[in-house]
């Protein structure tokens, strides 16, 4: 079992920048490829970001490709998105994810792929 707790949401002006973090506790996430996902009011989860299980590989959704950077520290225990230039299509409740890789241990952003979900952390961003 995992339990992750996200922190680091705020509300900020378009441009600005935002660091998420997810804290990890209870079973080792050295094995888990991690992910970040963010849902807007109406809207269906999004896999913005993921990460292999040794950080050297990193896939992001064409939304913030460019932007964000997901990263991660397995003896802290702890995956890190790094928000930049942010646009107010960015608000949403975030969540950090913990799961399986795909095929050769590459990081997806498939939803089925993650079964261990924090609360989320809010990020609200005004024009």
């Known amino acids: 079992q995992v339990q992750l707790v996200e922190s680091g949401g705020d509300s900020v002006q378009a441009g600005g920048s935002l660091r998420l973090s997810c804290a990890a506790s209870?079973?080792?996430?050295?094995?888990?490829?991690m992910g970040w996902f963010r849902q807007a009011p109406a809207k269906a989860r999004e896999g913005i970001a993921t990460?292999?299980?040794?950080?050297?590989?990193?896939v992001y959704a064409d939304s913030v490709k460019g932007r964000f950077t997901i990263s991660r520290d397995n003896a802290k225990r702890m995956v890190y998105l790094q928000m930049n230039s942010l646009k107010p299509e960015d608000t949403a409740m975030y969540y950090c994810?913990?799961?399986?890789?795909?095929?050769?241990?590459?990081?997806?952003?498939?939803?089925?792929?993650?079964?261990?979900w924090g609360q989320g952390t809010q990020v609200t961003v005004s024009s």
């Open positions: 994810a913990a799961g399986r890789c795909g095929a050769y241990g590459d990081p997806q952003l498939t939803n089925d792929n993650y079964n261990y």
């Open positions: 990460i292999s299980t040794d950080g050297r590989r990193t």
């Open positions: 209870g079973s080792p996430i050295s094995s888990n490829c």
